[in-house]
């Protein structure tokens, strides 16, 4: 199940585009910013704002893992949760599906979309193997790509859609709003994480 699904299966708590990793809350630890909400009635300044968010996601994952050695980035953000390392290596699986995703609305009438088990794609060997910095970097590179197509964008361009196959319809204006609360949900996992082991 990707994060769509997940999240659209799963309770809904208020959680806006200016919530950030320096602000959380641990009452359940796998959702240490709250859980996703859609924004009731969003703005274009509200727009704004959620790419500004997107745009900062990079150098917060990076400044998050800073300094983190190999023990401790393969250690669970919460028991039975993942591991720092694969938390990192989720972020650009995660926002490359959702960059695709936006291609594929901006060019098409409403495309099924291909989910993915972001479950399993963590568990594949690489998470392992590859360092962190590979995937930051190919987070920085994806973020300037996405960032440029999503300020580009018009109005009328968040109103079309996609269709996922588990969870219905969702606009790009949904996308935007579930990707400026995804960023900083992941780095305060590892912020979290980083101040009870007081690292």
Not at 81 to 94: A, F, M
Request: aromatic content about 8%; glycine content about 4%.
């Amino acid at each position: 199940m990707d994060l769509e699904a997940r999240n659209l299966l799963s309770p809904l708590a208020g959680v806006a585009p200016s919530c950030t990793a320096t602000e959380p809350t641990v009452s359940d630890p796998r959702y240490p910013i709250g859980p996703f909400t859609p924004p009731a009635a969003p703005t274009k300044a509200w727009r704004e704002q959620a790419i500004d968010i997107i745009a900062g996601t990079p150098s917060r994952l990076r400044a998050a893992v800073a300094g983190l050695d190999e023990d401790q980035l393969d250690t669970p953000y919460r028991p039975g949760g993942w591991t720092l390392r694969q938390v990192v290596h989720h972020v650009p699986d995660s926002h490359l599906n959702a960059y695709t995703r936006v291609k594929l609305a901006l060019t098409e009438h409403e495309p099924v979309i291909k989910p993915y088990d972001e479950a399993a794609w963590a568990g594949l060997p690489d998470t392992d193997r590859v360092p962190v910095e590979v995937s930051l970097a190919l987070l920085d590179a994806l973020h300037q790509r996405w960032v440029a197509l999503l300020r580009s964008m018009r109005d009328e361009d968040f109103a079309r859609a996609y269709v996922h196959p588990e969870t219905g319809r969702h606009t790009l204006e949904y996308l935007l709003a579930l990707y400026a609360w995804h960023g900083p949900h992941h780095v305060a996992h590892i912020t979290t994480a980083r101040a009870q082991h007081a690292w």
